[in-house]
């Protein structure tokens, strides 16, 4: 499975961005679909996930929920990102991941097999 991801750019304190990960292949609906992001001087950190299968439960960081919402599409073999009310501590760069990992691991990179290239979001005040 390759990942790419698209979407960033700047924005101001406050205004919305969609990020979008596209995925190759043809068994994009069974993986669960997360989304990290790493701002600079820091650790990579979970953002969102949203599980395979009709459900598609979604789990949100603390610091976005609320204010982000991860989304899929299967049939497009596309997950999105919308960003809401963006504050400047949100910059980073945006990374998309696959993978299956269990209930504990959903917010853990250990948990993802796939990454994409990252895209950089840079919120100013």
């Known amino acids: 499975v390759q990942l790419q991801a698209s979407g960033g750019g700047l924005a101001q304190a406050g205004a919305s961005l969609t990020l979008s990960c596209v995925a190759s292949g043809d068994t994009f609906s069974s993986y669960t679909m997360g989304w990290f992001r790493q701002a600079p001087g820091k650790e990579r950190e979970f953002v969102a996930t949203i599980r395979s299968g009709g459900g598609g439960n979604t789990y949100y960081a603390d610091s976005v929920k609320g204010r982000f919402t991860i989304s899929r599409d299967n049939r497009k073999n596309t997950v999105y990102l919308q960003m809401n009310s963006l504050k400047p501590e949100d910059t980073a760069v945006y990374f998309c991941?696959?993978?299956?990992?269990?209930?504990?691991?959903?917010?853990?990179?250990?948990?993802?097999?796939?990454w994409g290239q990252g895209t950089l979001v840079t919120v100013s005040s």
């Open positions: 991941a696959a993978g299956r990992p269990i209930l504990s691991s959903l917010a853990y990179e250990h948990g993802y097999y796939y």
